[in-house]
């Protein structure tokens, strides 16, 4: 029972574009959704949250937006920089119960 | 400031024997949860405690798998009598409160990879 899903396991981009990273969910509880990147041997850090009274979010190269209607979710890098190749979860919550996560995409930034 | 810390990092046991995880919070944090990550797939939430109480286990396996977060020390994830299928990468996070005010990030630890032999 995946309620938070990440159907692209990877995705390749040039460096200095646009990395488009999409997250989808199946629970309308959810208020409060996270992404996290993580590199390999390590565990996952926090990059950006947004709660679902907003949709848009932005942190300098990093935009998360929520579509309530479309229970989706997507983070925006750019430019994307070769330090950005990593695997990028997302997670929601309902009520501040625990985080679902999804499977993760794995981003590879092109020199 | 000190992260969230796990020890060991890397844990090998035999078959049968036991596993226990070790993770320490933020300072400040009294929130503590566990997940697994298995080969190919996603953090899997496993249990969410608080001080000496277990808040939510609805993701831990019904045998073998035991958590605890005394009063003093270091929240422990306890495996019994480990299988091939309990080989996983397993993460800690800690937090500052639940509540929907304010940010409630978990702050993950480095993970402890757990191989059974």
């Known amino acids: 029972d995946q309620q938070v899903k990440q159907n692209s396991p990877s995705l390749s981009v040039q460096e200095g574009r646009i990395s488009i990273l999409n997250c989808d969910y199946t629970n309308s509880m959810f208020d409060y959704f996270l992404w996290y990147k993580k590199y390999p041997a390590e565990g996952p850090t926090f990059l950006i949250s947004i709660s679902s009274i907003k949709d848009k979010n932005e942190d300098g190269r990093f935009t998360v937006f929520l579509n309530k209607s479309a229970k989706h979710l997507s983070l925006h890098i750019v430019p994307s920089q070769p330090g950005d190749s990593a695997v990028y979860f997302c997670a929601a919550s309902a009520a501040g119960n625990q985080f679902y996560f999804g499977t993760g995409t794995s981003l590879t930034v092109i020199p | ?117």
């Open chain 2, 1 to 117: 400031n000190a992260g969230v810390m796990q020890n060991p990092r890397h844990l090998v046991r035999r078959r049968g024997q036991e596993a226990r995880l070790r993770c320490s919070p933020m300072k400040g944090h009294s929130h503590v949860y566990w997940y697994r990550q298995l080969p190919e797939e996603g953090l899997k939430f496993m249990v969410y405690l608080q001080k000496e109480n277990i808040i939510d286990e609805s993701g831990m396996p019904k045998e073998r798998f035991s958590a605890e977060f005394p009063k003093e020390g270091p929240s422990i994830l306890r495996i019994q009598q480990v299988v091939r299928g309990d080989s996983a990468a397993y993460f800690c996070a800690s937090s500052l409160s639940l509540n929907g005010q304010g940010s409630f990030e978990q702050y993950f630890g480095p993970g402890t990879r757990l191989t059974v032999t």
